[in-house]
């Protein structure tokens, strides 16, 4: 069974950098499929941050592509983002999940639990 | 970007009565590449159907998903208790973002 967790500091400080992983187990990112973060702040929605595949290709929400960054190690079997220059509007709960294809295209099938992020001084 | 507005924005039912929620799109969604999860607070979300009508793995079959082009619905034909959330459909055909609607909160009457 696939599992996913995030972890990261729960707190970080404005236009500081967010730092999250994601550990998968029961199976090997190496194998296939694409990864992706989403966030939801408080009280709202799910946003798309941006997706990886195990190949190491990217891409990225554009209304954050210039702050984002999503690498694969594979050796460790995670995942892992970076967020730069964070304020208070990227406080929120972040989720890995994978992405599983339906032809060409990948949907999110298995999501991790998540990991509360607050930007705060 | 592909804009998802999701109709309503609450549901107020009773157990055993039928719902259906609505999502649309502000352009025609690429092969119904168009998938709904449901989330309870404090939980993650979780995949119900993925290409507008399949069901995931392990999801009952009170659940199922119609539409195409622009219109897409999802349908709970008898509520149970555990289906009160709040659900979210997703489309994953166009080129990034993927987007999500503003969900629809699906509560008991």
């Known amino acids: 069974q696939v599992q996913l967790q995030e972890s990261g500091p729960g707190l970080v400080k404005p236009s500081e950098t967010l730092s999250l992983t994601c550990a998968v187990s029961?199976?090997?990112?190496?194998?296939?499929?694409?990864w992706g973060w989403i966030r939801q702040p408080p009280g709202k929605g799910l946003e798309w941050i941006g997706s990886?595949?195990?190949?190491?290709?990217?891409f990225y929400n554009p209304s954050l592509k210039s702050r984002v960054n999503i690498f694969v190690d594979t050796s460790k079997n995670q995942l892992s983002l970076k967020l730069t220059s964070v304020t208070a509007a990227d406080t929120a709960m972040y989720y890995c999940?994978?992405?599983?294809?339906?032809?060409?295209?990948?949907?999110?099938?298995?999501w991790g639990k998540g990991t509360t992020v607050t930007v705060s001084s | 970007e592909i804009v998802l507005t999701q109709s309503p924005g609450t549901l107020s039912l009773s157990p055993g009565e039928r719902a259906t929620l609505s999502c649309r799109a502000s352009?025609?969604?690429?092969?119904?590449?168009l998938a709904w999860y449901q989330q309870k607070p404090g939980q993650a979300p979780r995949l119900l159907i993925y290409?507008?009508?399949s069901r995931a793995t392990g999801i009952p079959d009170r659940f199922s998903g119609s539409g195409s082009g622009t219109d897409f619905t999802l349908t709970i034909s008898r509520l149970e208790p555990e289906d009160f959330a709040v659900y979210y459909c997703?489309?994953?055909?166009?080129?990034?973002?993927?987007?999500f609607g503003q969900g629809t909160k699906l509560e008991i009457k």
């Open positions: 999940a994978r992405q599983a294809p339906d032809h060409d295209y990948y949907y999110m099938d298995v």
């Open positions: 029961g199976y090997s990112i190496s194998s296939g499929y694409y």
């Open positions: 990886i595949h195990h190949s190491g290709s990217t």
């Open positions: 352009q025609s969604v690429s092969s119904s590449f």
């Open positions: 290409g507008a009508s």
């Open positions: 997703q489309q994953y055909g166009s080129s990034p973002p993927y987007s």
